[in-house]
Structure formats: structure tokens, C-alpha cells
């Protein structure tokens, strides 16, 4: 099984990256800067050079060709400005959904963020960034040849993971670290079953595997 990344130098992408090697997949980041290569080797993926503010869907759709799963979990970052939500974390991802469908890849996991709304109001940088998210995650589920799942993670933490989450479609706000998250993707790259859900991720206590399997098909 071969699974693509994007943003795969990601603090999230890179802790996946390696989950999924463990399990004996075929992984692939997409980066756009060569020197973050080695990172990813190490990882045990296969670093794919392609920048997403400027790709076109052909080249993008070339990259996923023979893909069996694809996780959009790219991001302008915190440091970014309004500009690059609306290139990065809304145009990146419509253009990475578009180019899986054109390359017949079923399974889409995108990572969005816990009150994503394409018509949340405001003005500041994380109200746009809201906007930007919700509105690729309504995008993906218009995207009627993907097998789509939306994570929207409460607040990020660098703590060490647990194993232990909340997952439902709604959990209300809480904290999760990043090794939980890439765990849960992990289990849900391998479930299908949970195509068609949007769903709220928080530290809890049901272990991360179990969580998927509970939601999966609801």
C-alpha cells in the first residue's frame, strides 16, 4: 500500500510518516525544499519534491498516480500571514483533493482543525485561517471519487502521546498532542470505513485504534 503526504516535513506528517513505515507501508512526503529530504528519509518515507502554491493539477495528479491513500496534512504554519491560508491551507488542499480524484485515489484523509467553518467571522489571522480550513473541508466532501475522512484536532501539544483520545464528531474543545494525532490518522488511513465522517479530536480515554474502529461506519 502506497500512502502519499502532503506537507510531509510536517511536525504531524513526519510523526505519521514514521508510524505508517513501521507498518510496512510504501510512504511518500511531498516537500518543497530539497534540504528537508534527509529528514524524511529518516522517517522512512520518500521524500517527492512539489511545491503546492504553484503545482499544477496535472503534476500533482502525476505524484499520486498508483497512490492507494492520500493525507492532506500541509499548513501555512503560525508564523504565515492571511495570504498564505487562502495558497496553503485552502488552495493546497483543494488542488490535493482535485489531483487524488483525477488519480482514481479513493482513501483522502484531511487534517483541518477544530472549528473550521468556511463562514466563521473575523478578521484576525487564525479567523482566516478557520475560513480557509473550513472551506477546503467543504470542498473534499464535493469530491464525489474520494473516500473522504475530515480530523479537525483540538489544540496541538508537543507533550508525549498517550494513546488515549476522544474522537465523535463532536468532542468540544481540548488539547491533543501530535503523536495522537498521527496515530489516529494512522488508524484511519486503514479504515474506509469512516469515509464520509467529519470528525473532533481531543485527549480522552479510549485508546486510539478503538476509537476509530467505534466511529467507523456511523
Wanted: glycine share 12%; charged share 25%.
Amino acid at each position: 500500500m502506497r500512502i502519499v503526504i502532503a506537507g510531509g516535513h510536517g511536525q504531524i506528517a513526519l510523526r505519521l510518516e514514521r508510524l505508517l513505515a513501521v507498518r510496512g507501508y510504501e510512504v511518500a512526503g511531498i516537500i518543497r525544499d530539497p534540504a528537508q529530504g534527509d529528514d524524511l528519509r529518516e522517517a522512512g518515507a520518500e521524500p517527492v519534491l512539489c511545491d503546492l502554491e504553484s503545482a499544477s493539477l496535472e503534476r500533482v495528479a502525476a505524484v499520486l498516480q498508483g497512490a492507494d491513500a492520500a493525507v492532506f496534512a500541509a499548513g501555512a504554519g503560525p508564523g504565515s500571514g492571511t495570504a498564505r491560508k487562502d495558497t496553503v491551507d485552502y488552495g493546497a488542499a483543494v488542488l490535493f483533493a482535485d489531483a487524488a480524484e483525477r488519480a482514481r485515489v479513493r482513501r483522502f484523509v484531511i487534517v483541518s482543525s477544530m472549528g473550521a467553518d468556511a463562514h466563521h467571522e473575523g478578521d484576525g489571522v487564525f479567523d482566516v485561517y478557520l475560513r480557509a480550513k473550513g472551506a477546503a473541508d467543504d470542498h473534499v466532501r464535493t469530491r464525489l471519487g474520494l473516500e473522504w475522512t475530515v480530523l479537525r484536532p483540538g489544540q496541538l501539544t508537543d507533550d508525549a502521546g498517550t494513546g488515549l483520545v476522544r474522537l465523535e464528531a463532536r468532542t468540544g474543545r481540548g488539547p491533543v498532542p501530535r503523536d495522537d494525532v498521527a496515530a489516529v490518522l494512522a488508524e484511519l488511513v486503514e479504515t474506509p470505513a469512516t469515509a464520509g465522517l467529519t470528525l473532533e479530536l481531543v485527549s480522552g480515554s479510549t485508546p486510539a485504534g478503538v476509537a476509530v474502529k467505534a466511529v467507523a461506519g456511523n
